[in-house]
């Protein structure tokens, strides 16, 4: 079974529950005293599933790297030069937090500017908003509705990734849900992404194919 290579970035306010998804997914656990993120953590990742494609099941094995970004404005800098050559992108806000997202329109232009706007720019984006565990114990702290964020999805051609409550999800219900996340953006990149043309770490290229323009960083 051949790898298909994934860039996959995390992005988001500060606060949004970032650090916490990504945390969660590679060890397993949450910690409530999680600090924030300096710059850029990766971490590669393994994972096999399923695809549904016309009707059938197969089996399809992925190597991810992803990316933990910064959210406070002074590292907005770093983190854009991180987009370049990323082929999913998990955009998180917080329920409980309207700024966080009103902020997705903004973290939606910055996505643009650096991987393109039109439709050969190859890469998708998965909409989740988190902290539902807040919004289920006291209904009056919500300031985002689902309704709301299906919207922005539609009009932005974002994937909806639901909402969830990344404290209280299993390891076990991250891990289906990351796969789900996955299984969406490669029915939008598919196996010949922008990661899957790289040649070495911290090697330059030029334009492969369209969407696919930028540097390669180097992973370590």
């Not at 993120?37 to 994972?47: A, N, P, S």
């Not at 970004?69 to 907005?76: H, Y």
């Not at 639901?162 to 891990?175: A, M, P, V, Y």
């Not at 992404?193 to 180097?218: D, H, P, T």
Request: proline share 0%.
């Amino acid at each position: 079974m051949s790898e298909i290579n994934y860039k996959i970035i995390l992005i988001g306010n500060s606060g949004v529950g970032k650090t916490s998804f990504y945390r969660k997914i590679i060890t397993g656990e949450f910690n409530e005293k999680n600090i924030s993120t300096i710059g850029i953590e990766k971490k590669t990742l393994d994972l096999t599933i399923d695809i549904k494609k016309d009707g059938k099941k197969e089996k399809k094995k992925f190597v991810i790297s992803l990316f933990d970004t910064a959210g406070q404005e002074k590292f907005r800098s770093v983190t854009l030069n991180y987009y370049k050559g990323s082929d999913g992108i998990f955009l998180l806000y917080d329920i409980t937090d309207k700024s966080s997202f009103e902020n997705v329109k903004t973290w939606i232009e910055s996505i643009k500017d650096s991987l393109g706007r039109n439709k050969d720019s190859k890469y998708a984006v998965v909409l989740i908003g988190n902290k539902l565990d807040l919004a289920e114990e006291n209904p009056d702290d919500r300031q985002v509705t689902e309704e709301e964020a299906q919207k922005i999805c539609k009009e932005y051609e974002m994937k909806w990734g639901g909402e969830h409550s990344i404290k209280s999800i299993s390891f076990e219900e991250l891990t289906k849900l990351y796969g789900e996340y996955v299984e969406e953006i490669y029915h939008v990149v598919g196996e010949n992404s922008c990661s899957q043309q790289k040649l070495k770490k911290g090697i330059k290229y030029k334009k492969q194919k369209k969407g696919c323009l930028g540097r390669v960083l180097s992973d370590d």
